[in-house]
Structure formats: C-alpha cells, structure tokens
C-alpha cells in the first residue's frame, strides 16, 4: 500500500529511513537497468573522489623536497629521494583524473538512458493495471501521477547522481581533512563547523521546494491543460471561431505567474540564506591563509604545507558545495520517488478476488440487482435502485432523457466501476467475484464517446482484438460489417493510412514526410463499430450512440448490420434515435436513475407513458405532424418509416 493513499493530504517532508528505503530502490533500479555500467561507475567514482586529496599530497611532498632536499619530513623513504617518481605520478593523476570525467559522463548517459526505460515502463504498467476509471478522476492522484511521471523523467538519474557525487564528494573531503589534519588539527575544526550551517539551511530551503512543488502541481497541471487546448486542432477549431485564442493564453500565464512567484520568492529566500554562508566560508579560508603565512615566516610551516592548505581548504568548501548541491539534488528527487513508487504501488480501484471465480460463456444473462450508484461519497445518486436482466442472446435497449443514467449503467456493466450498493450478476456470479480481465473479453463496445487514435487504419480495428491483429481477412470483414469498407478503399494508402494530421505516414518519419489523413465524424464512428466487432465470441455488445454520426443511408446499413449480428450475444444498445431501438427485444425507460417504464415497443407503445411520448415526438419531427399515422388517436409514424 501506498504510505499515504491517493487523495489524502500530501506530504512533503520525509524520514531518513524512507529516504534510505528510496535511495536502495533507485540502486536496484540502476542495478537491474544497467549492471555492468552501475560497477563501472561505482569504481571510477571513488576513484574521482580520491584523486584530488593524492594530487595534493604529492605535490606537497614534491614541493617540500624542492625546499628541504632528501631531509624532507613525512615524505615516504623511497619517494623522497626520487622527485621524479613524484612528478610521474602526479601527471598520471591529472590524466586518469581528465579521462575519468569523460568516462564517467559517458556512463551516467548509458546509466540514465536504461533506468529512464525500466522506470517509465514500470509506471505506465502500474498505471495499466488500474482497471477502472475513479483514480482517473480524482485530482489528488492526478497531482501525485503527474509528480510521478516527472519523476520517472528525472528522479531515478538524479538520485543516482546525487548519491554517486555525495560519496565522491565525501572521499575528497575525507582526503584533504586528512591532509589538514597533518597540518593543524584547529584549522581542520574550525573549517568543518564552518561548513554545517550551509548543510542545515539547505535541508530546510530543500524541504520548502518540495512543498512548494506539491501546493503549485494543481496549477501546473492547469497551465499544461490550456497549453494542450492550443495546440489540439479539434480545440483550435472552436478558439479560432470564437476568438478565445487570447483568452487561453491570460489564463496559461496567469497560471505560470502564480507558479513562477511561488519560485521567485523561494530562490530569494535561497540566496538569503546562502550570502552570510558564503561569507563565513570566505572569512575562515582568508583568516587560515593569514595564520599559516604567519606560521611559515616563523619557520613552523614548509611551502609545502602552505601549498597543501590552500588546495585543502579550497578542495573541502568546494567538495562542500558539491556536497550541498548533490544532497539536494537527492532530497527533492527522493521525495519525487516517493510519488513515483505510491503510483507504482496503488492497488487497482477495484478489488481484485483472492480466488476468481471462472467466466463461462453467458448461458442465461446478466443481471442488476437493486444497484444504487454515485460517482462520489458526497455526490448525487446517479441509478437509484435499478434491477433489470439482459437475457443471453437478447437484446435489451435504454431510454431516457440526457443526464437519466444509461451511460452510467454501460460502465457498470463494463465493471469500470463497482455499485455503490446492489449487484451486477453474470448469470447469477458477481462481476467483483470475477476475473477483470477474462469479464472484459467477454464483451465488446462501441461507447459515446468512442476513441479515433491516431494510427494506420489496420490499427485502429485491431485494437479492438489485438490477437487477430495480423488477420487481414478478419479487419477487413470488421469493416464491412460497419460499413467502412467503402471509405477505407478510398483512401490513399487503404488500410495502411495513416489517420492523422499530427504524425507522417511513415511511422519512421526520416525519409517519407507525406503527411498522414483523417476521417470525418462519422467514418471515425464507423471504424470504432468496426473495432467492436473483431472481438471473437462475445457474449455481450454494448452500443451507446453507435449511429449518432452517420448519414441516414448508412445509419440504416449500420442498424440491419448489427440487428443481425445481435444474434448469439445479450446487446445493450442506448439511442435517442428512437427508430433504432424499436426493434429490441426489451425496452427498459431511465428517468432520473430509475426504471419508470418496461416492455417491447408495442407494450410501451400501448402503454402511452414516456416512452410513447419520446416516440411520438421524435415522429413528429420527422414528418412535420402531417404523417398519415400522425392523427390524433392513431398510432405514431414511427420514425424509420417515414425515413425508409
Ligand atoms: N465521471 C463522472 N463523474 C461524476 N458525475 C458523472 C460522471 N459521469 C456522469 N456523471 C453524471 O451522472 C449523471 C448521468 O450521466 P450519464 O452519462 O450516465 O447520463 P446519460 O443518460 O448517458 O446521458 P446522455 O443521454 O446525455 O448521454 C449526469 O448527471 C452526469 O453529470
């Protein structure tokens, strides 16, 4: 379980041993990402670490021979009488140190590449196993997925980074203490409580950032919504005719306003704190300087060592610095991991069965059982008691005003979400007693709001059963039974196209800039049919509006189509076109959540409740009032008639 669930309060602070837990996931990250490249680093990085503090120290021993011949003290017996050897090594030290930078920036790339992909592939996994739909719109798990994914861009490498440069950082600091505290054991103190109070003041300024990241995410989160709004030509389509263009733009920067003054006022507060810092640092090297001067006029220091303790204490306020700096790189970023691994970690939305229950092959039909259902504790109820069977092989159609429930009641069915009380039954099993996965294979859908991705034709039938996706006989009879076939022979490169204006049809893109097509409403609408009906074996055909954009000939192919593949499926078609429903073989009338009316077309017709009024209505407007059936007392022209 995640540490803190999605939607509660954030946190932006955390414990040292969370931070561990985190930075030893980041290595095993590393570890499994990119072994060989991980050791390599690892080796060359004490090495870098210890360098400096050995560069120093031979030179200190070079420069106390030059002063004081072969009776120089502390250098070792056999390098003090060849200063050869001392200069030999230190060139081998200024070369292995140059390479080794190179090395290493080559291998944090190699590094950063391979975690970049095994994180972002874990992300996008976890967020694929959340099998409904409440995560996605609550906004607290919305801020803390889109901490993730910048996390997943940048943390793990930043993590790494910060930890490999903290242990180089530290090792050059070890080395030059030690070589101060050769020196003299007061200056070797005082210049480490110099440098403590920059640690704390940035832990703290660290801790704020993050906060500050986490309060302003909401409104990063708005600012990229506006930026997409202005680029999306089905947007700019809208903005460009109603001149909203401008607006879109004051509300962006308004929103990165509020973001940029929240990071004004903390890079203030940074410089702030870090000004007397610097000055500290300064007033302890110059006030050494001045000591050891003093110390080596009265013949107590050598050049050597005075050599020694400019590089030392220029090599531990620096190393200081970077140490500073890698620990904060690492603190925010650790904090970011911590979103990363909550996403990574949050169970699916939808409790999981400890022992799933088999789905067989629908034998009597689904039923829903005095379901209750709101999309939010809080909120309103959307189905209020609703039971209603769809018999296996039947067809059941819903009716209602906009805003009555039914695409509320297809998503139940779909189990994207779970009834807020009652039960949906597969022949007599409870959805949530089921495997998730083996439930949706059982069904196919054409929903409302229906998908047009921005791929190759083929793809986008496909995808509506990705394991035939190499059968072309099989899209292609897809096609025809949405009647799509026609359109698609039309296009320049047939089920090869590319639908889209964004990308090229060449998915390479290096050498083939043709630019790809797209489809009007209603061939999109007919591709989504199409992708429903790769689906082998259903037992259930959901349809909601699926001939809202068609033209009238083929609204009319489309519905004899799917009439007579109703059979051998339970089908639940949602219309307002109430000519298209007719045919069912149960009506069931929505109002308001509730079922109010039930029966065939002829029963409601009989009935003269709402159904016969929606009917009647929708008659009238096909024929004026003037239709023969239209009379007063008589029976209501029905609307595919007066269309045939
Ligand atoms: N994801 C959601 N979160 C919160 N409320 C929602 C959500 N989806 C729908 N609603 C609300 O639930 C109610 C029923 O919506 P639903 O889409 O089921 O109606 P419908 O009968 O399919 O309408 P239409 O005929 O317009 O498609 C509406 O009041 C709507 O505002």
Same mark, same amino acid.
Request: cysteine-free; hydrophobic content about 20%; glycine content about 40%.
């Given at each position: 379980m995640p540490s803190d669930a999605p939607g509660s309060a954030p946190r932006d602070g955390m414990g040292p041993r969370a931070a561990c837990a985190r930075a030893l996931r980041s290595l095993e990250i590393a570890w499994r990402a990119a072994p060989w490249s991980l050791v390599l680093y690892s080796v060359l990085t004490v090495a870098a670490g210890v360098l400096p503090a050995g560069a120093t120290l031979v030179t200190k021993w070079l420069l106390d021979i030059l002063q004081a011949g072969d009776g120089a003290e502390g250098v070792p017996g056999p390098l003090a009488e060849a200063p050869l050897l001392l200069v030999v090594l230190l060139g081998m030290f200024t070369l292995v140190s140059a390479l080794s930078e190179y090395v290493l920036t080559y291998l944090s790339s190699r590094l950063k590449r391979a975690v970049a992909l095994l994180v972002q592939e874990r992300l996008y996994g976890a967020v694929d196993r959340i099998a409904g739909l409440r995560r996605f719109e609550d906004p607290a798990f919305l801020d803390r997925l889109r901490m993730a994914q910048t996390a997943a861009t940048t943390a793990p490498e930043e993590i790494l980074g910060s930890l490999f440069g903290t242990v180089r950082w530290a090792l050059t600091i070890t080395g030059f203490l030690g070589i101060l505290l050769t020196i003299s054991p007061v200056i070797t103190a005082i210049t480490v409580v110099s440098a403590l109070p920059m640690l704390f003041v940035q832990m703290m300024l660290d801790r704020e950032r993050a906060g500050m990241l986490w309060r302003m995410s909401p409104r990063m989160r708005r600012q990229m919504f506006y930026q997409q709004l202005m680029l999306d030509p089905a947007a700019i389509k809208e903005t460009r005719l109603f001149g909203a263009g401008g607006f879109l733009l004051r509300r962006m920067r308004g929103e990165l306003l509020r973001i940029n003054g929240a990071e004004e006022r903390l890079d203030r507060r940074t410089v702030l704190g870090h000004g007397p810092l610097a000055l500290l640092g300064a007033l302890v090297s110059a006030g050494g300087l001045v000591w050891m001067v003093a110390g080596a006029l009265r013949g107590e220091f050598t050049i050597g060592d005075v050599s020694a303790f400019i590089a030392a204490v220029a090599g531990v306020q620096s190393s200081l610095g970077g140490i500073v700096g890698s620990l904060t790189g690492a603190y925010q970023a650790l904090l970011l991991m911590g979103h990363y691994q909550d996403v990574v970690s949050t169970p699916s939305d939808l409790p999981v069965p400890a022992d799933p229950r088999p789905v067989g092959r629908l034998r009597e039909g689904i039923e829903l059982e005095d379901v209750w259902f709101r999309y939010t504790d809080d909120g309103p109820w959307v189905l209020r008691g609703v039971s209603l069977t769809i018999p296996a092989e039947g067809s059941l159609a819903l009716v209602g005003l906009n805003g009555a429930g039914k695409s509320t009641l297809v998503k139940l069915l779909c189990r994207m979400y779970d009834p807020t009380r009652g039960r949906v039954l597969w022949d007599g099993t409870d959805l949530r007693e089921m495997d998730l996965g083996a439930l949706r294979s059982r069904m196919s859908a054409v929903f409302q709001d229906f998908m047009s991705y921005e791929l190759p034709v083929r793809e986008n039938i496909a995808l509506g059963a990705l394991e035939d996706g190499d059968d072309g006989d099989r899209i292609r009879e897809a096609a025809r039974t949405a009647g799509a076939d026609g359109f698609i022979g039309d296009l320049p490169h047939g089920y090869d196209t590319m639908l889209s204006r964004v990308f090229y049809q060449s998915e390479d893109g290096d050498e083939d800039t043709e630019s790809g097509t797209t489809l009007s409403g209603g061939q999109w609408q007919k591709l989504a049919i199409a992708r429903s009906m790769m689906r082998r074996g259903r037992d259930l055909l959901i349809v909601d509006e699926p001939t809202s954009g068609l033209d009238p000939e083929a609204e009319r192919e489309v519905q004899d189509r799917l009439r007579a593949l109703r059979t051998g499926a339970a089908t639940v078609m949602i219309s307002h076109r109430l000519g298209a429903v007719r045919g069912a073989d149960r009506i069931v009338v929505l109002e308001d959540g509730v079922v109010t009316e039930r029966g065939d077309h002829g029963e409601l017709m009989a009935r003269g409740g709402e159904y016969a009024r929606l009917f009647s209505l929708q008659a009238e407007g096909y024929t004026? /009032?003037?239709?023969?059936?239209?009379?007063? /007392?008589g029976p209501p022209a029905e609307p595919d008639e007066v269309m045939a």
């Open positions: 004026g /009032g003037d239709a023969p059936g239209d009379a007063p /007392g």
